[in-house]
């Protein structure tokens, strides 16, 4: 391998400004969006990094200079230092035994550099950087009296933890119910509560379900997730510009909606759900991929503004060809006002598992099966 990190493109310089909307004058600060794309690889040394299926599970050091890709079933846990561009270190968790990680990680939380939140089903710990197991977090449907075994099942959605590690959030969901809920687990004082999210119901209807016989599939649509900072919680999905807002410090929650220009403000809740027919059901997985998809709240620290991406996926003709998608960018305020959208035609989808870092974002490229990196420069 020891392949040295390179640059492999040079800078281009995008212009997307014909592409945004007018808001209010000049009060689209993405009205003249242009960005510069470079691209840089990972040195592995002498180490095989496994990249076939991305790094989906991933957390970056507190000063945004090392970079931990935790392997879903392999129980490797690899840093690079994005500085140097290079591998530095290899952490395996144990898969049996007192210390033993989930067989699956279906979540993975860097707390610290010394300290990580695994998650598999029904359990969750905490474990030290040589692999040690630290804790078991007793965070569980037993906690939670009034949560349906629907929402028992998936208690661990978007599961996060505050650095202290006293507070455990996450977003339960019971489509029979029509209910998502905050649930919130004091692990100093071990009392759990859920808060109601009732705007979110109808985000519970995005699951497709196909039944014939012993056979079944299921495909959901509206994917839910947590962004925790200092005093707030947010809770969003990629179905939706909607964001809830949890103020841990006054014990208040807010509903911010949007009425953004370029794109729904949310997609369309499926005509139908459950099917017995697979060609109805196919049909209904390729219509509901063509609808509307929000990625995450990214936080850039140098302009102190969010920005999230949004795509429309096209079908094409030829299913050969790699599927193109309509990419969107919308900017909000600290206090996650709209203050900007725009189209960015020239991305083909949206950024794979995006990031902030010293003021450009960071996008996951598989450069000949090594893990790589595209470097985003905006210039607005």
């Known amino acids: 391998m020891g392949k040295l990190a390179v640059l492999l493109s040079i800078p281009i310089l995008f212009s997307c400004g014909e592409n945004s909307s007018e808001k209010s004058g000049s009060g689209n600060i993405l009205e003249n969006l242009t960005f510069t794309v470079d691209t840089v690889v990972m040195d592995p040394g002498d180490q095989v990094v496994n990249v076939q299926f991305g790094p989906s599970l991933f957390g970056l050091s507190p000063d945004q200079k090392r970079y931990y890709f935790m392997h879903r079933n392999s129980g490797e846990l690899t840093v690079f230092d994005l500085d140097e561009k290079k591998w530095i270190k290899k952490i395996q968790f144990e898969k ?83 209910r998502i809920s905050l649930a919130i687990w004091d692990n100093s004082s071990s009392q759990g509560r859920l808060v109601s999210l009732p705007e979110f119901g109808f985000l519970t209807k995005f699951t497709l379900e196909f039944r014939e016989g012993d056979n079944y599939s299921g495909a959901g649509f509206a994917s839910l997730n947590l962004k925790l900072e200092e005093n707030r919680v947010l809770a969003f999905s990629s179905g939706t510009t909607s964001i809830y807002t949890y103020d841990l410090r006054s014990d208040s929650l807010v509903f911010k909606t949007y009425t953004p220009i370029l794109v729904p403000a949310e997609a369309e809740v499926p005509a139908i759900s459950k099917f017995t027919n697979k060609q109805a059901f196919d049909e209904a997985i390729s ?6 998809f929000f990625g995450d709240l990214l936080w850039d620290e140098s302009r102190g503004i969010y920005l999230r991406f949004a795509s429309i996926t096209k079908p094409d003709a030829n299913p050969g060809l790699p599927k193109r998608s309509e990419v969107f ?36 490229v598989n450069v000949e099966d090594e893990l790589g990196f595209a470097v985003i420069d905006f210039n607005f």
């Open 96 to 178: 049996e035994g007192p210390n033993s990680i989930p067989s699956f990680v279906s979540n993975f939380q860097l707390i610290d550099e010394n300290t990580f939140l695994l998650t598999g089903f029904k359990v969750i710990s905490t474990y030290d950087s040589v692999g040690k197991k630290l804790a078991n977090i007793p965070f569980d449907k037993e906690k939670f009296p009034d949560l349906t075994d629907e929402e028992g099942y998936s208690l661990h959605t978007g599961l996060k933890a505050n650095e202290r590690q006293e507070l455990f959030f996450s977003l339960p969901s019971d489509p029979k119910s029509v």
């Open 287 to 292: 219509l509901a991929r063509s609808q509307i």
């Open 329 to 364: 960018l919308l900017a909000f305020d600290r206090e996650l006002n709209l203050i900007g959208e725009s189209k960015v035609e020239e991305l083909p989808s949206q950024p794979s598992w995006p990031f902030f870092k010293d003021g450009k974002l960071w996008s996951y």
